[in-house]
């Protein structure tokens, strides 16, 4: 008898490990996030600063700053996580390599000290968007490991653990991505 009282503990131990693991998991998860949403708060700060600066030196771009603007609006607002908030920021990131752009087009913007602390400052936290989303992609694949391998699964599924998706790009965001910006005048 003692030795059913033994094994019952230990599978009970065993049970609240694996649901601990989990929990840990997501939590991890949850902090990843919430280091994205950080860095993209201080991206969106910066952005405004950087497009005034950009507007004394070239009026005439207007199209390429009304970009960013909308860029930054549609990220700001799109409150969702996964795939249509990387689609969002992707889509800023984009509109931000156009601005830069401009700037090497304008000897005197290129100069200018608050344009180039402002784009230190954005290359900076860019920087640290990436190192947040790796961080956020590591803590997805160890918490999609654990709800898809045996016996974690069992417990992921009893207690309505659910994959996360990753922080990607999309197959027409990569194609782009590779690609320079073109600046025409």
Same mark, same amino acid.
């Given at each position: 008898?003692?030795?059913?009282?033994?094994?019952?503990a230990?599978?009970?131990?065993?049970?609240?490990a694996?649901?601990?693991?989990?929990?840990?998991?997501?939590q991890?998860?949850?902090?990843?996030?919430?280091?994205?949403?950080?860095?993209?708060k201080?991206?969106?700060?910066?952005?405004?600063?950087?497009?005034?600066?950009?507007?004394?030196?070239?009026a005439?771009?207007?199209? !390429?700053?009304? /970009?960013?603007? =909308?860029? @930054?609006?549609?990220?700001?607002?799109?409150?969702?996580?996964g795939?249509? +908030?990387? $689609?969002?920021?992707n889509?800023?990131?984009?509109?931000?390599?156009?601005?830069?752009?401009?700037?090497?087009?304008?000897?005197?913007?290129?100069a200018?000290?608050?344009?180039?602390?402002?784009?230190?400052?954005?290359?900076? !936290?860019?920087? /640290?968007?990436? =190192?947040s @989303?790796?961080?956020y992609?590591?803590?997805?694949?160890?918490?999609?490991? +654990?709800? $898809?391998?045996?016996?974690?699964?069992?417990?992921a599924?009893?207690?309505?653990?659910?994959?996360?998706p990753?922080f990607?790009?999309?197959?027409?965001?990569?194609?782009?991505?590779?690609?320079?910006?073109?600046?025409?005048?």
């Amino acid at each position: 008898m003692t030795i059913f009282y033994i094994i019952l503990a230990a599978l009970a131990v065993y049970v609240i490990a694996l649901y601990n693991g989990l929990v840990v998991a997501r939590q991890r998860v949850r902090e990843g996030w919430s280091d994205i949403e950080t860095q993209l708060k201080r991206r969106y700060d910066l952005i405004p600063n950087l497009v005034n600066t950009v507007k004394g030196y070239a009026a005439h771009e207007q199209g !390429t700053l009304e /970009k960013v603007v =909308a860029a @930054r609006s549609a990220a700001m607002n799109n409150s969702g996580t996964g795939e249509g +908030k990387a $689609e969002a920021e992707n889509m800023l990131t984009q509109s931000l390599k156009s601005l830069f752009a401009l700037g090497e087009n304008y000897p005197d913007l290129k100069a200018n000290q608050n344009f180039l602390e402002l784009q230190r400052e954005l290359s900076d !936290t860019e920087n /640290k968007i990436q =190192a947040s @989303r790796r961080f956020y992609n590591s803590m997805v694949l160890s918490l999609n490991t +654990k709800i $898809e391998t045996f016996p974690s699964n069992l417990m992921a599924k009893t207690f309505g653990f659910a994959k996360e998706p990753f922080f990607e790009l999309n197959d027409s965001e990569k194609a782009a991505a590779s690609q320079a910006p073109q600046v025409q005048f």
